[in-house]
């Protein structure tokens, strides 16, 4: 479709003329308790919320709500190449599963508003112990089974969970990764301590339990189901919170982004049939992992808002077993639209260029590649293009924003494409590009990207136990803006480009990480003077971190020894997933004359662009050292 046919235009004009009445139709496809008093109000929270008044329940519109005319259709199928298991769940059956551990949570003693983390691998049990938080008005938070126990205690620490519910273990490729083990460090390091814990005993590893506390999750549930109870939805306000996600600030200690129910149901909601061009029965597959917002929104939530069919998906793009993996499970389940990070799609051309592992599986029912997480690289987009044949469609957001803030409409019908741009906003977002005053620039400028308040439904109203932090982050910034903390620029046409971040976030395979937080655990190291961590560029990741060490005087261990320490140091203290594996010892940092570590100079000299000499830097002579030891490690092109 061109861009004369596209609706976008007279949707986004809509939208703008009168943002409460598009909300307000929108909400229309919500099953609400009760409605709102006011759809939105300028008065409450910190920049006001949405559909105040209301009651609802997330897990009735997820679940209940369709058993009528879908019970039979599958709500999410489950395959997992890493265990030769695949199972699909009816919506009759996953409401069923739902409502059974809801009222063994509420046995547990656990209550509306309540906290529940969930620990646990790609498996459907992660998706039912999400629902039955939403069931009974507890609030979940969900941690992602690649981070270490020492970042699963900040978040038990910051959320208090009465309950945490896990499994004994996840499986990367064929490896098999005790969970249990983290899950215990992680309560012994964390002051604040669950009541209970509910684990899941996987077949490929039996965890012991800890007595008084850990309670097995399959005999537990099949004592509720002999007595044949099952909780009832119950009633929460629009505004109450639905989940908590932790993600990566400036600091090693995470944000809890706290996600509404109202709100997040009617975007959300929105975005299937609008942007994403998905009719309910159709099959929609996000390949990531419920630890992340992408999981939250598109693997469970949004999909079953619409009454489509979710794929569940325990492997990988590579090795589970080959780089045909994602098109034997689009044929095999007949998705017609898929979600997942570039990173995966340049996993695969690396293995199988010329995709030759397509051939003989049947894509026809397949309709659209979304791309987001990082910036989508245009020859990645390109490559996908060529070998699926159909839309390839970069999309940016964040876990913040919990759906879209710019992306191509399929499901309005698709704008021209311009290659590394996610095209435009989506209605509910006015972007703007400021420079450092907080005065808007003209067209094709870069800028820092910000989002005119208030945000729409679905964004996060605050951070959790965090309104002041909220603020400071996002809303002081820039005065009447939400602050992405995305750099970039809108062109002449209104289309924006999201070239990097303004702070010390960076994109590993997708996945968001601080940098400052991986320089708080080298600089806990007792050989370590002062340190630097950037995010250089990588063909496969994206960006991966590189940790520049400057080592104490009197420290004389040989360097690399220190360095493959620090490489440990950071697994154990943040996890695997922040493919920590680059420590460079130097003899001083290049710094400015009042002190500021140059980072953005060091990562240009790394990625081999081409960078000036800052005026303001205390020594030139630094930064050659800095290129000469990048390039002793084959960086720094
Ligand atoms: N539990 C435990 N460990 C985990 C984990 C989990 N859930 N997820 C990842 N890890 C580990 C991995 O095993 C790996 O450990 P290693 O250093 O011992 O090999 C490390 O964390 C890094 O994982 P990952 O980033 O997945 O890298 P990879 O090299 O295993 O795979 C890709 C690279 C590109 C195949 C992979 O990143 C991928 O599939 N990406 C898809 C995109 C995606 O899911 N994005 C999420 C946001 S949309
Ligand atoms: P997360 O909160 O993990 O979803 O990460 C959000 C960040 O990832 C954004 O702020 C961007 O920096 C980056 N990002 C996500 N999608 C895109 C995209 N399509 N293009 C460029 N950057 C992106």
């Given amino acids: 479709m061109t861009s004369t046919q596209s609706r976008y235009h007279d949707v986004y004009a809509s939208w703008k003329s009168d943002p409460v009445r598009f909300w307000e139709e929108a909400a229309r496809e919500i099953d609400w308790i009760k409605p709102a008093d006011k759809v939105f109000d300028a008065e409450a929270g910190a920049y006001g919320r949405w559909f105040v008044g209301a009651e609802c329940n997330t897990c009735h519109n997820a679940l209940d709500r369709h058993v009528a005319g879908r019970g039979d259709q599958a709500a999410i199928i489950y395959d997992s190449p890493v265990t030769g298991t695949k199972r699909t769940l009816t919506y009759a059956e996953l409401r069923d599963e739902v409502a059974t551990l809801a009222a063994l949570l509420q046995d547990l003693?656990?209550?509306?508003?309540?906290?529940?983390?969930?620990?646990?691998?790609?498996?459907?049990?992660?998706?039912?112990?999400?629902?039955?938080?939403?069931?009974?008005?507890?609030?979940?938070?969900?941690?992602?089974?690649?981070?270490?126990?020492?970042?699963?205690?900040?978040?038990i620490e910051d959320a208090q969970p009465k309950l945490i519910l896990s499994a004994s273990c996840g499986i990367e490729g064929a490896r098999v990764i005790p969970y249990k083990p983290l899950l215990d460090e992680a309560i012994t390091l964390s002051t604040a301590k669950p009541e209970a814990c509910l684990?899941?005993?996987?077949?490929?590893?039996?965890?012991?339990?800890?007595?008084?506390?850990?309670?097995?999750?399959?005999?537990?549930?099949?004592?509720?189901?002999?007595?044949?109870?099952?909780?009832?939805?119950?009633?929460?306000?629009?505004?109450?919170?639905?989940?908590?996600?932790?993600?990566?600030?400036?600091?090693?200690?995470?944000?809890?982004?706290?996600?509404?129910?109202?709100?997040?149901?009617?975007?959300?909601?929105?975005?299937?049939?609008?942007?994403?061009?998905?009719?309910?029965?159709?099959?929609?597959?996000?390949?990531?992992d419920v630890g992340w917002v992408v999981g939250h929104?598109?693997?469970?939530?949004?999909?079953?808002?619409?009454?489509?069919?979710?794929?569940?998906y325990e492997g990988k793009p590579i090795g589970t077993p080959d780089a045909g993996a994602y098109w034997r499970v689009i044929a095999e389940h007949g998705v017609v639209t898929m979600f997942t990070a570039p990173t995966a799609f340049r996993a695969i051309r690396?293995?199988?260029?010329?995709?030759?592992?397509?051939?003989?599986?049947?894509?026809?029912?397949?309709?659209?590649?979304?791309?987001?997480?990082?910036?989508a690289d245009p020859d990645t987009i390109k490559w996908a293009e060529s070998v699926?044949?159909?839309?390839?469609?970069?999309?940016?957001?964040?876990?913040?924003?919990?759906?879209?803030?710019?992306?191509?409409?399929?499901?309005?019908?698709?704008?021209?494409?311009?290659?590394?741009?996610?095209?435009?906003?989506?209605?509910?977002?006015?972007?703007?590009?400021?420079?450092?005053?907080?005065?808007?620039?003209?067209?094709?400028?870069?800028?820092?990207?910000?989002?005119?308040?208030?945000?729409?439904?679905?964004?996060?109203?605050?951070?959790?136990?965090?309104?002041?932090?909220?603020?400071?982050?996002?809303?002081?910034?820039?005065?009447?803006?939400?602050?992405?903390?995305?750099?970039?620029?809108?062109?002449?046409?209104?289309?924006?480009?999201v070239m990097g971040r303004t702070d010390d976030i960076i994109n590993v395979a997708g996945h968001r990480l601080s940098?400052?937080?991986?320089?708080?655990?080298?600089?806990?190291?007792?050989?370590?003077?002062?340190?630097?961590?950037?995010?250089?560029?990588?063909?496969?990741?994206?960006?991966?971190?590189?940790?520049?060490v400057v080592l104490k005087s009197g420290v004389n261990r040989p360097p690399a020894e220190v360095e493959t320490e620090l490489v440990?140091?950071?697994?154990?203290?943040?996890?695997?997933?922040?493919?920590?594996?680059?420590?460079?010892t130097v003899g001083r940092l290049p710094k400015t004359r009042s002190g500021k570590i140059l980072r953005g100079t060091m990562k240009k000299i790394a990625d081999g662009d081409s960078w000036t000499m800052p005026a303001t830097i205390d020594d030139p002579m630094i930064l050659s050292e800095i290129g000469e030891a990048l390039r002793g490690r084959g960086l720094a092109g």
């Fill in 388 to 497: 699926l044949n159909v839309p390839v469609i970069d999309h940016w957001w964040q876990t913040e924003t919990g759906w879209p803030v710019a992306g191509n409409p399929i499901g309005l019908g698709a704008l021209p494409v311009k290659y590394g741009s996610p095209t435009v906003p989506m209605p509910g977002y006015v972007l703007d590009v400021l420079d450092e005053n907080g005065k808007p620039v003209p067209p094709d400028t870069m800028g820092s990207i910000v989002i005119k308040l208030p945000l729409p439904p679905g964004c996060l109203p605050t951070l959790w136990n965090a309104d002041q932090r909220f603020r400071e982050a996002y809303l002081s910034v820039f005065p009447g803006y939400y602050t992405t903390s995305d750099a970039g620029y809108l062109d002449q046409d209104g289309y924006v480009w």
């Fill in 515 to 548: 940098t400052g937080g991986m320089e708080e655990v080298l600089a806990s190291h007792p050989a370590v003077a002062e340190c630097a961590v950037i995010g250089v560029k990588d063909a496969l990741k994206g960006e991966v971190p590189c940790g520049f």
């Fill in 199 to 288: 684990i899941f005993q996987r077949p490929q590893l039996a965890a012991s339990l800890v007595e008084g506390r850990d309670r097995d999750w399959s005999e537990a549930v099949a004592g509720v189901r002999a007595a044949g109870r099952q909780a009832e939805c119950v009633p929460v306000a629009a505004t109450d919170p639905l989940y908590v996600l932790y993600t990566s600030g400036t600091t090693g200690k995470p944000k809890g982004v706290v996600r509404d129910n109202g709100g997040h149901m009617v975007a959300l909601k929105w975005t299937m049939r609008h942007f994403f061009g998905v009719e309910p029965g159709e099959v929609f597959w996000a390949a990531s």
């Fill in 109 to 155: 003693g656990v209550e509306k508003g309540d906290r529940v983390i969930l620990y646990m691998p790609m498996i459907p049990e992660a998706a039912v112990g999400m629902l039955a938080c939403a069931r009974i008005g507890a609030v979940h938070s969900v941690v992602f089974g690649g981070f270490a126990p020492k970042e699963l205690a900040t978040r």
């Fill in 568 to 584: 440990g140091l950071v697994r154990e203290k943040i996890g695997p997933v922040a493919a920590f594996k680059l420590a460079i």
């Fill in 297 to 312: 929104s598109y693997i469970v939530y949004a999909p079953l808002f619409h009454g489509a069919t979710a794929i569940l």
């Fill in 350 to 375: 690396k293995e199988d260029p010329n995709a030759t592992l397509l051939k003989g599986h049947d894509l026809s029912r397949f309709r659209a590649l979304f791309l987001a997480g990082e910036r």
